[in-house]
């Protein structure tokens, strides 16, 4: 019996030690993460010592490394977090506080107010659906989509009006499956769609619809939140498509 519960007990502690050291490789070690928050708080400390930043957390920055990422945050700056890439050795590899100055992090703060929004106003639609994610559109130059929104153009902490972020640069794409993928069903359903932000005041600038029906398949294009209603919708939407067929 001794024996037996020797053998058990020492099963146990071999486990625990796989299951540790398992645990440590995939998801760090609390030791490491540590000492990589001390090293970029000394860091921002001494890079940027205008700011008064606190760490927000620290992960891996890919399972089985030695490299965390850690989140500063400012409390009195909404828009100013940023990540620090430190080492195993507690070297800074990269500093991503340019995200600040360009904009970026502002602009992912009104995308992040302007969705729940049309989430929201969406939750009243009859039939299945996802939506994008990503519901304003980044400039990224010339080319862009018109309705793109500038980074370099936003200020920072600025409390904008997130409807009217959303009236000139809010770009909606949602997916349909299992549904009829023709011009004529994917017009039905972007104004399906208007109608209920329409009716719950979320203003947008440009729709697409993309429906899959098995093999089939039907993308509508991005129209003007202003030309849905119109009579030849469903041709406009049909020529859309046959145009980006003809890309690919």
Do not use: C
């Not at 729940?116 to 009243?124: C, D, Y």
């Amino acid at each position: 019996m001794r024996r037996f519960l020797g053998t058990l007990i020492g099963a146990g502690l071999i486990l625990y030690g796989v299951g540790t050291l398992l645990s440590h490789t995939l998801f760090g070690d609390p030791r490491d993460e540590r000492r990589a928050i001390a090293a970029a708080e000394q860091y921002v400390a001494s890079t940027y010592p205008h700011i008064e930043l606190s760490p927000l957390g620290a992960g891996l920055q890919i399972w089985g490394s030695d490299t965390y990422v850690v989140t500063l945050v400012s409390q009195a700056s909404e828009d100013t977090q940023f990540d620090v890439v430190v080492n195993g050795d507690g070297a800074i590899i990269a500093d991503y506080y340019d995200q600040v100055l360009s904009g970026m992090v502002t602009f992912n703060r009104l995308n992040t107010e302007y969705r729940p929004l049309v989430e929201t106003a969406l939750r009243s639609l009859s039939f299945k659906h996802d939506l994008y994610e990503e519901v304003l559109t980044l400039y990224e130059g010339e080319g862009s989509a018109e309705e793109a929104l500038d980074p370099a153009t936003l200020i920072l902490d600025h409390p904008y009006d997130i409807k009217q972020i959303g009236r000139d640069h809010g770009s909606l794409v949602i997916w349909i499956e299992g549904e009829n993928a023709t011009a004529q069903h994917a017009s039905e359903r972007m104004r399906d769609v208007k109608r209920v932000l329409d009716e719950a005041d979320v203003p947008f600038r440009t729709l697409l619809i993309s429906i899959q029906d098995g093999n089939e398949s039907f993308y509508s294009g991005r129209v003007n939140a202003e030309d849905i209603d119109e009579e030849a919708l469903a041709e406009r939407l049909q020529r859309n498509h046959d145009e980006r067929m003809a890309f690919e």
